[in-house]
């Protein structure tokens, strides 16, 4: 009969997990919309849960509060904006599909650029955001290696800094979710337009394939 109750009570576990997983992601899935608008300052974990359907209670229970929401949505946005660039792709490609991704995780992009910005949870708030931060800037240190082997390979020219290429690369890749205003003043048309999106990441994948074109030597600075 002890074996009949365990067995009774294993799926019951199991859909209590499952449900916990339900609600942890409505909850993220929420936050991300607020949290892009408004910033860390000015999101408010009342909209969140409004727009989640749930109980404000459950983001404390879940998170550990607005700061723990926070890094959990800063740890899965990042993840899906920073896919290791592919070792058989050339960099043309890679710098094209990114302005893909940026394009398609909009939210993620601009509530990067409230981090830029300064607007996070203070200092001590949430512990695990300091080890977020090593983390991207271990990512970002093996973007640069890569980088660098390619350049070795002869992809792109000796005279390049693999790390101003890559930091360049990224603001070229954000700019029309970042800076929507001046693609309407150059084009007259939407950055959120898929079509648009579609064009800038075909030319950025030109641009970025003329590096590996022969070019003139750089003349001497006075």
Not at 64 to 84: C, F, H, I, M, N
Request: without cysteine; neutral net charge; glycine residues 8%.
């Amino acid at each position: 009969m002890a074996t009949d109750k365990r067995a009774r009570r294993a799926p019951q576990e199991a859909d209590r997990r499952r449900d916990s997983g339900r609600t942890r992601e409505r909850i993220i899935s929420a936050a991300v919309g607020e949290f892009s608008a408004h910033g860390y300052s000015g999101a408010r974990v009342t909209r969140i849960a409004k727009a989640a359907g749930l109980n404000a209670q459950l983001i404390s229970y879940h998170f550990d509060g607005k700061a723990g929401l926070y890094q959990a949505v800063l740890e899965r946005g990042t993840s899906a904006l920073d896919p290791l660039p592919a070792a058989d792709k050339p960099l043309s490609d890679i710098a094209a599909d990114y302005v893909r991704v940026t394009g398609r995780n909009a939210d993620i992009t601009r509530l990067l650029a409230w981090e830029g910005l300064g607007d996070t949870p203070e200092a001590g708030e949430h512990t695990d955001i300091g080890r977020h931060s090593q983390g991207r800037v271990d990512f970002m240190h093996r973007i640069v290696d890569q980088l660098r082997e390619r350049q070795a390979a002869g992809e792109f020219p000796d005279d390049l800094d693999a790390g101003h290429l890559l930091l360049a690369l990224y603001a070229m890749a954000s700019a029309p979710v970042l800076l929507p205003q001046v693609a309407r003043q150059i084009f007259g048309a939407d950055a959120d337009r898929a079509d648009f999106q579609e064009a800038f990441a075909r030319q950025v994948a030109r641009l970025v394939a003329h590096l590996a074109a022969p070019h003139a030597a750089p003349h001497a600075a006075p």
